[in-house]
């Protein structure tokens, strides 16, 4: 399912980092064309989509703005009386997402400016532009934090997901700082930028420098009490203060080592739901990828960062 990806060791800002969800395009309150690739069941989009475009058409030509409602950040411009808006991540990076706009719009402007300065546009379909859409989407990946104490799995579920010819490492060799890795798989039009942040607790609080713009936070755990209770003291602080918009899950790890607490068990201390894995498997990798896609598509159950309880 997924294709192997270079791996590197070099810490990032992750300004290369976002996640569009949908876009629309309206003149005159009709809607020329949208493209849903996940939907916003928090609001109502039909009341949302009034609001940002009467503030669309108020910008002057090709000027950009945004605006924040609860977790989604909607991007808006102006172009012959035609309001363009994406709906992103409120996490994810504004500056990869704005870039993207202009090229989008500057594409259906090629194919559609002398449509829409007539009346022909009430007629036309321009669906064909999803094609268009959609492929720039995928040119900015999507950022997933792999986060957890030392030792308890990180680097082997991302040699899993991004490595499957060579398999998972046996032996456990510590990630200093971070690691990061594109993973591209059944996620269209996604691609994920996978960071496998350090665990040990000296590198903890460096975690800020290197997790912004994620939109999927995966909480690994080695299913012993102690990880519980370290992941709640050390972890939540700072991905609470640094990715409160993001989605997360727990991932509970080595559910084959005797007295690992259960998948139900995890989710019950951690406060978000948890899936069991053994990611020193191969044949787990499956898994591993639908549970991916299903955070992102949000298919399963998750919790918004902000929204866990630390004790």
């Known amino acids: ?31 020329l064309f949208k493209d849903v690739i996940v939907p916003n069941e928090d609001l109502d989009t039909d009341a949302v989509m009034m609001l940002v475009s009467s503030s669309a058409k108020k910008l002057q030509e090709w000027k950009i703005d945004s605006m924040e409602i609860e977790r989604f950040r909607y991007v808006y411009m102006n172009s012959h009386n035609t309001q363009f808006i994406v ?21 259906f402007m090629t194919a559609f400016e002398n449509t829409l300065e007539t009346d022909e546009w009430k007629s036309t379909d321009f669906s064909p532009f999803k094609v268009g859409f959609r ?55 996604y691609i994920f930028s996978m960071f496998d942040l350090g665990g040990q607790d000296r590198f903890v609080q460096e ?20 990880n519980m209770e370290w992941t709640k003291r050390v972890a939540y602080p700072v991905l609470k203060a640094e990715l409160p918009y993001a989605r997360a899950v727990a991932i509970a790890n080595k559910q084959d080592i005797k007295g690992a607490l259960s998948p139900n068990e995890v989710s019950r201390r951690l406060g978000v739901p948890a899936y069991g894995m053994q990611a020193n498997r191969r044949d787990f990798r499956d898994r591993w990828l639908k549970l991916l896609k299903g955070v992102a598509f949000e298919t399963l159950d998750y919790r918004l960062v902000s929204d866990i309880e630390v004790e």
């Open 207 to 226: 975690w800020g420098k290197i997790i912004r713009a994620g939109s999927m936070v995966i909480i690994v755990t080695d299913s012993t009490k102690e």
């Open 87 to 107: 709906t992103m991540d409120r996490q994810a990076s504004l500056q990869k997402v704005t870039e993207a706009m202009m090229n989008m719009v500057s594409k």
């Open 135 to 189: 492929s720039l989407v995928g040119r900015i990946p999507v950022k997933v934090c792999l986060a957890g104490h030392g030792g308890t799995g990180k680097t082997t579920l991302l040699e899993l997901a991004t490595l499957p010819s060579q398999g998972p490492p046996q032996d456990y060799v510590p990630t200093f700082f971070g690691d990061k890795a594109l993973l591209k798989a059944d996620f269209d039009p």
């Open 1 to 31: 399912m997924g294709s192997p990806s270079v791996k590197t060791n070099l810490p990032t800002n992750g300004l290369g980092e976002s996640m569009i969800r949908e876009i629309y395009v309206f003149k005159e309150g009709q809607t």
